[in-house]
């Protein structure tokens, strides 16, 4: 049987009925409609994000833009759902005044999607209750999966133990856009999870910093039960980002990769809750943030830099996991393997 034939068994693909454990989580002016339905048709499981200031109707959009990417129907799910993408939602902003993501909730539910996704928030019981409310509402046997992203074991028990969540993501510091700035590095965090959880546990799936068929393997083997790929997607033809973002993408390190609030206080998005930083490019913003530059001015070259496009001042959002770097280690190492072939 040939390798692409094969499927894996975890228990994230038997809760969504997929082939691959890869998915890409909903990242917030990178994950459209477009590329979660083409994740999910391509064997792995997609979710669109839902969060700063879309209105009902560009919203509605996407979801449609996700139904119509769906239309390849052999390579989906074994479970015959009917609209197999997910959504995911940043819960302080589901409960910040006047923010139009509130609406945006039962829009999706009423879609009849697969998943929802909640991330960095207080009140994530009163979110996961009000998806359940809706179900039951429905009394059609239908459940949302209920995926939540979290930074430590003490969070995960709670999502596992009192909130008796589908899905848990175990987010290292590594990845890409917002996170717990106090999360351990993935290769720590996810073993303390797993060893954490009772054997009927949800699935765990490990984000931070992946990139690569190597990586999935290696969380695999630690006992994820599949891998969030979340800059690495960020590359795809029908992800939000700009042509410019990507290029600088391309020629970044790892090291580049930088936590900061830099941008949040550029942008003025900030009332993420504590301890929530974002991993982008380093750049001038940071720079700037971090000499102490008064915000009114620091808010002002970044206005300035929307204008002109100044990607040394917009924000890139990134992991640590780095395109070229990673294609130069494995060559090497496939070379320097073949080398010790022959005598
Ligand atoms: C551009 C970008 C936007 C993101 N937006 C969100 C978001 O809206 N909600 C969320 O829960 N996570 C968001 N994340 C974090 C992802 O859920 C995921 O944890 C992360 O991308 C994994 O790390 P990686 O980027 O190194 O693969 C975002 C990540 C990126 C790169």
Redesign the pocket.
């Known amino acids: 049987m040939s390798r692409s034939a094969k499927v894996f068994n975890t228990k994230l693909t038997q809760l969504l009925g997929i082939r691959t454990p890869v998915v890409l989580?909903?990242?917030?002016?990178?994950?459209g409609g477009k590329l979660a339905g083409q994740v999910t048709s391509a064997g792995g499981f997609g979710f669109l994000?839902a969060?700063y200031g879309a209105t009902p109707a560009d919203f509605k959009q996407q979801l449609s833009f996700a139904r119509s990417a769906l239309q390849t129907p052999d390579s989906i799910n074994s479970t015959a759902v009917e609209f197999p993408v997910g959504v995911?939602y940043?819960a302080w902003q589901l409960e910040t005044p006047k923010s139009t993501v509130l609406e945006l909730l039962p829009i999706a539910l009423e879609h009849n999607i697969q998943a929802v996704?909640f991330?960095?928030g207080e009140n994530l019981p009163q979110w996961i209750q009000f998806v359940r409310d809706h179900d039951r509402r429905l009394g059609n046997d239908k459940k949302t999966l209920i995926f939540v992203?979290i930074s430590t074991v003490k969070e995960a028990l709670v999502a596992a133990n009192e909130w008796k969540v589908d899905c848990i993501?175990a987010?290292g510091v590594?990845?890409?856009?917002?996170?717990a700035g106090y999360a351990l590095p993935l290769q720590n965090l996810l073993p303390l999870v797993l060893a954490a959880m009772p054997a009927d546990s949800p699935p765990i799936l490990a984000?931070?910093?992946?990139?690569n068929g190597a990586h999935l393997a290696s969380v695999l083997t630690l006992g994820a039960a599949g891998a969030?790929?979340?800059?690495?997607f960020?590359f795809a033809n029908d992800s939000l980002?700009s042509d410019l973002q990507r290029k600088a993408l391309v020629s970044a390190t790892s090291e580049m990769s930088v936590r900061s609030m830099a941008w949040d206080s550029a942008r003025g998005t900030l009332g993420w809750p504590a301890g929530v930083d974002g991993r982008g490019l380093r750049n001038s913003t940071v720079e700037d943030f971090e000499n102490g530059l008064a915000i009114e001015a620091l808010q002002s070259k970044f206005q300035e830099a929307v204008k002109n496009q100044d990607i040394d001042r917009l924000i890139v959002?990134?992991?640590?996991?780095s395109i070229v770097e990673e294609l130069h280690i494995e060559a090497i190492e496939h070379l320097e393997t073949a080398k010790s072939l022959v005598m």
Do not use: C, I
């Open positions: 989580p909903p990242m917030a002016g990178a994950a994000s969060s995911g940043l996704w991330a960095f992203q993501v987010q590594e990845s890409g856009g917002h996170g984000a931070g910093g992946l990139a969030v790929f979340g800059t690495r960020l980002y959002w990134a992991g640590t996991g």
